[in-house]
């Protein structure tokens, strides 16, 4: 994976040549170490080009100064700081707890780790089982990177990075805790606390001398408040420890968390100005609405013209995990598409699966990712050009946040927004959206118009496509469709059997799924599923029994696919 920097640093920000490796890397030079209570500024180098969100100051003021060792500087693979960094390296150097206001992509994890590690080298080297560093973030691909970052940093040292994340083997990680140097963990919030609870890791956080909170927001978000607080009751006391948490935004439960975490006399730093346009106030947004059938077929359209661009590179957002993998399989077996890498990362991946797919798309110059909610925020893939979104979102909220993988540190982006007839009331008329620069497409009418070739190009692409594909895939996107939508029956104004028919018609005339044994009925589901959906007794069902689903029979069988989960639907209740 690359840094999780944004684009800014990424392609403005070029990397120093690496100085030869000195051993040992890490050790302790108390005396090189100017005060760092000194208030002189740092040597700033005026660049006519410089990048949104860069500032001025070097990594090597802070080296030159003695703020940083040898070893550490010559680790950090840019030589501007961006704003977030400039701003937090002295008051952390400095021991003090530090509440970070700054936007996703900014910089924010070389703003922690880089004045963490500085400090965790001063001191003499802790015994193996010691964590002196306790990193928690909201999603296990967010953790993955920015341990990874942490192992760049700490390349050649004694000192090493773990990760502690759901999605593997709990008990191969609990060894690997208890026999491998720990001196940063990074982990998810439920993981974690099945850590402390399970795996005796309670007593090893009484050692924390740094405990971080990254992307606070989207943790407080996914409900994690709890067991943050149990957390935070586990690490070493508040006053005998150094606390940083940053986040985008600052609301009334991020100040609640910030004041049972850090101490009253933190401080408090925001790179984000009353004037700063957020991205989805200032990137082009465009909207369609068609009918159901047709959103693959426009879909289709404007893929294959955006395939034309030099370097075109999108995010695909689905309302669920089963529609995001449905979709990938579809426009990866279109002829004309498959120039441009396809990519796909969703909750039915394996968690190794989905770090393939993650440092695919990150590493590739254009590509085309098929993703649900899990890359909506926290993972950071540089140079999106556009962002689609297919279906309405869950709220105005997650829209912005998916918008927001585009235009990121000041680059160019563009997001386009394609509901189905029946959502466009329920979502459009929102005030948190009308006050959205969101426009109707300019060729809107033109990409839905069944008299336009282009239209009837796309169109027979993607009936000839579903014909050939796997009726599993489909069984899978129609149960997840169905389980989502439950949720808006109020907001569209539909009954049960609205939900139902509507489900039908994406099944058989859009996804055009057939039977194996030959009958028109749409895909069959488990009595337990019906009625968790509250839809028992709702006409136009294919209700059949559990042993219906053994082996290969009307469904298809539920095998495992393409490292898919392999359970029937009842045990795959979870849409997204």
């Known amino acids: 994976m690359s840094a999780p920097q944004g684009p800014a640093q990424a392609s403005r920000n070029r990397r120093r040549p690496r100085r030869p490796q000195q051993q040992p890397p890490y050790a302790p030079q108390p005396a090189r170490i100017a005060p760092l209570s000194t208030s002189a500024p740092l040597a700033t180098t005026e660049s006519s080009d410089k990048s949104a969100y860069l500032s001025n100051a070097k990594?090597?003021?802070?080296?030159?100064?003695?703020?940083?060792?040898?070893?550490l500087f010559e680790r950090i693979p840019f030589e501007y700081c961006t704003e977030v960094q400039e701003?937090?390296?002295?008051?952390?150097?400095?021991?003090?707890?530090?509440?970070?206001?700054?936007?996703?992509?900014?910089?924010?994890?070389?703003?922690?780790l880089v004045p963490a590690i500085?400090?965790?080298?001063?001191?003499?080297?802790?015994?193996?089982?010691?964590?002196?560093?306790?990193?928690?973030?909201?999603?296990?691909?967010l953790c993955l990177q920015i341990e990874k970052e942490a192992k760049m940093l700490f390349e050649g040292s004694v000192y090493r990075a773990q990760s502690a994340i759901g999605g593997v083997n709990i008990k191969t990680q609990r060894q690997n805790l208890l026999r491998q140097r720990s001196d940063v963990l990074i982990a998810t919030p439920g993981r974690l606390v099945d850590h402390i609870e399970n795996s005796n890791l309670g007593p090893r956080l009484k050692s924390v001398q740094t405990f971080i909170m990254d992307e606070a927001d989207r943790l407080l978000d996914e409900g994690f408040q709890k067991s943050l607080i149990q957390i935070a009751n586990q690490v070493t006391p508040k006053n005998d420890r150094q606390t940083l948490l940053f986040s985008?935004?600052?609301?009334?439960?991020?100040?609640?968390?910030?004041?049972?975490?850090?101490?009253?006399?933190?401080?408090?730093?925001?790179?984000?100005?009353?004037?700063?346009?957020?991205?989805?106030?200032?990137v082009t947004q465009d909207y369609i609405v068609a009918p159901l059938a047709k959103i693959d077929t426009v879909l289709l359209t404007l893929l294959r013209r955006a395939a034309q661009e030099p370097f075109p590179k999108i995010i695909i957002f689905y309302c669920t995990a089963r529609g995001a993998a449905l979709a990938y399989d579809l426009f990866?077996?279109?002829?004309?598409?498959?120039?441009?890498?396809?990519?796909?990362i969703h909750s039915r991946l394996s968690q190794s699966a989905r770090i393939k797919q993650a440092d695919g798309f990150k590493t590739s110059l254009k590509g085309i990712l098929f993703s649900s909610d899990v890359t909506a925020r926290g993972m950071d893939f540089p140079s999106i050009t556009a962002v689609y979104q297919i279906g309405i979102p869950s709220s105005p909220e997650q829209y912005i946040h998916r918008l927001g993988r585009t235009a990121r540190a000041g680059a160019a982006g563009y997001g386009?927004?394609?509901?189905?007839?029946?959502?466009?009331r329920a979502f459009l008329t929102r005030k948190e959206v009308r006050e959205l620069p969101l426009k109707p497409h300019p060729e809107a009418q033109q990409l839905t118009d069944e008299t336009n070739p282009e239209f009837m190009h796309s169109k027979e692409t993607v009936v000839r496509t579903y014909d050939a594909m796997d009726p599993v895939a489909k069984s899978q996107a129609y149960q997840a469709f169905m389980g989502y939508y439950n949720g808006f029956q109020k907001q569209f104004g539909w009954t049960k059997e609205d939900l139902v028919q509507t489900a039908n018609s994406l099944a058989l005339d859009v996804m055009r799924y057939r039977n194996t044994d030959g009958t028109n009925n749409p895909p069959p589901l488990l009595a337990k599923t019906v009625g968790m959906m509250g839809l028992?007794?709702?006409?136009?069902?294919?209700?059949?029994?559990?042993?219906?689903?053994?082996?290969?029979?009307?469904?298809?069988?539920?095998?495992?696919?393409?490292?898919?989960?392999?359970a029937p639907p009842a045990k795959r209740q979870r849409a997204a």
């Open 87 to 112: 701003k937090t390296l002295l008051p952390i150097l400095e021991g003090r707890d530090v509440f970070g206001q700054a936007k996703t992509g900014t910089g924010k994890t070389i703003a922690f």
């Open 59 to 71: 990594f090597s003021d802070f080296f030159s100064r003695g703020l940083l060792t040898k070893a």
């Open 332 to 344: 990866k077996a279109i002829p004309d598409l498959q120039h441009i890498p396809m990519f796909e």
């Open 536 to 566: 028992r007794g709702v006409a136009g069902l294919n209700i059949v029994k559990p042993q219906r689903f053994d082996g290969a029979q009307a469904s298809g069988g539920y095998t495992a696919q393409n490292g898919r989960g392999s």
């Open 118 to 141: 500085e400090r965790l080298a001063r001191r003499p080297v802790p015994p193996p089982e010691v964590i002196s560093i306790l990193v928690i973030a909201p999603t296990r691909e």
């Open 416 to 424: 386009v927004l394609i509901l189905a007839d029946f959502e466009e």
């Open 248 to 282: 985008a935004t600052v609301d009334k439960k991020i100040r609640e968390i910030a004041h049972v975490v850090l101490k009253d006399k933190h401080e408090f730093i925001t790179t984000i100005s009353e004037n700063d346009e957020a991205t989805h106030e200032h």
